[in-house]
């Protein structure tokens, strides 16, 4: 049972790995699609005049602010995915330990409590990262770039 686990882990290590080292290659395509939704959020911004501080900024602050926060949105994206990616890792290796101890029971009771966790700690810092472009009134969703 351990040694399954054991290939469990490296298999999730080595599959995560993989993923986040490849997502930088795609940097290019998302800066464009990021530059042509700041560009549209500008209009939307110049159109609606919703937030007077955004609507008296000029173009190329309005410009600069939602590009550098959509830029520090996907850096800290990225910051997040690896820590929950270590989460996960201790979780299972966590789970691991006590599952040599105490059997599958002990397994799933130590790996549902890490997935509390790792839940808990995704949703603290998505609102972090998100903080700073809502303090200025600006919609994240808008910005976002999948």
Request: charged share 25%.
């Amino acid at each position: 049972m351990g040694m399954l686990l054991q290939i469990a882990l490296v298999l999730l290590l080595v599959g995560g790995g993989w993923t986040m080292l490849t997502r930088g290659r795609r940097t290019d395509r998302k800066d464009a699609l990021t530059m042509r939704r700041v560009d549209a959020y500008i209009e939307t911004i110049r159109r609606e005049r919703n937030n007077p501080e955004l609507a008296a900024m000029s173009d190329s602050e309005l410009r600069d602010l939602l590009h550098s926060g959509a830029r520090n949105m996907q850096v800290a994206e990225q910051k997040k995915n690896w820590v929950l990616l270590g989460c996960g890792v201790a979780t299972l290796l966590a789970a691991i330990v006590v599952a040599n101890q105490e059997g599958w029971m002990g397994f799933g009771i130590a790996f549902a409590v890490g997935a509390i966790v790792t839940y808990g700690l995704n949703e603290f810092l998505i609102r972090r990262m998100r903080e700073p472009l809502a303090r200025h009134g600006i919609d994240v969703e808008r910005l976002k770039v999948e």
